[in-house]
């Protein structure tokens, strides 16, 4: 079973709207969670990053937010635009170094 | 100052084949990762390099499959013998420490396809 849980597998919203994304997971000990977007065809790219002691990162119009305590995490997207259209990945750090664990992405798409 | 490149971008090769795909990470960045993705899936994790030392394999298939950072030009995963099940995409990422937070910064991926 996968360590993080990303839903939903895919969300279509017009654009201009928000959406918020979900993460759950069971990595322990937790080092830090991140939040990549990755565009069809491209490598991933960082949008945020928080340690277990941060509850909430911004980037732009994008907004993390972290429960540490029940291990979820969410991505929350403001006046999306179709240029958000894209895969968007949760990862959490194991407290050793190398051991990363991604979600299997959410995939976006904006419509006009 | 140039991102993570990787070449080739895209790759076909028939069963049995070898692949060899490069990656030259960013510019003062001596920590490099391989990553594979398969169709409608997640990124998985496959190795871990510093220069010249293979720090961390746990994600590498034990057979077929190698991993190297020499010294001196960009890191190379080797397929050997490739079936269709190698089809993927593969992604390299780099970044310039082991901190708990730093940054991994990825390539654009070399889609193989085994015919």
């Known amino acids: 079973k996968n360590q993080v849980e990303q839903s939903p597998q895919s969300l279509i919203i017009l654009e201009g709207k928000n959406c918020t994304l979900q993460?759950?997971?069971?990595?322990?000990?937790?080092?830090?969670l991140r939040w990549y977007k990755q565009d069809t065809g491209r490598g991933p790219v960082s949008l945020t990053i928080?340690?277990?002691?941060?509850n909430t990162k911004s980037n732009g119009r994008y907004t993390a937010t972290l429960d540490a305590d029940t291990k979820q995490s969410s991505l929350h997207i403001t006046a999306s635009q179709l240029s958000d259209s894209a895969s968007y990945i949760c990862v959490v750090r194991h407290y050793n170094n190398n051991d990363m664990r991604f979600g299997a992405g959410t995939r976006l798409t904006v419509k006009p | 100052n140039a991102g993570v490149m990787q070449n080739p971008r895209h790759l076909v090769r028939r069963r049995g084949q070898e692949a060899r795909l490069r990656c030259s990470p960013m510019k003062g960045h001596s920590h490099v990762y391989w990553y594979r993705q398969l169709p409608e899936e997640g990124l998985k994790f496959m190795v871990y390099?510093?220069?010249?030392?293979?720090?961390?394999e746990s994600g590498m298939p034990k057979e077929r499959f190698s991993a190297e950072f020499p010294k001196e030009g960009p890191s190379i995963l080797r397929i050997q013998q490739v079936v269709r099940g190698d089809s993927a995409a593969y992604f390299c990422?780099?970044?310039?420490?082991?901190?708990?937070?730093?940054?991994?910064?990825f390539g654009p991926g070399t889609r193989l396809t085994v015919l």
């Open positions: 390099l510093q220069k010249e030392n293979i720090i961390d």
């Open positions: 993460c759950n997971y069971t990595v322990s000990p937790f080092s830090n």
């Open positions: 990422a780099s970044s310039s420490g082991q901190g708990r937070t730093d940054t991994q910064y």
């Open positions: 928080m340690t277990f002691s941060e």
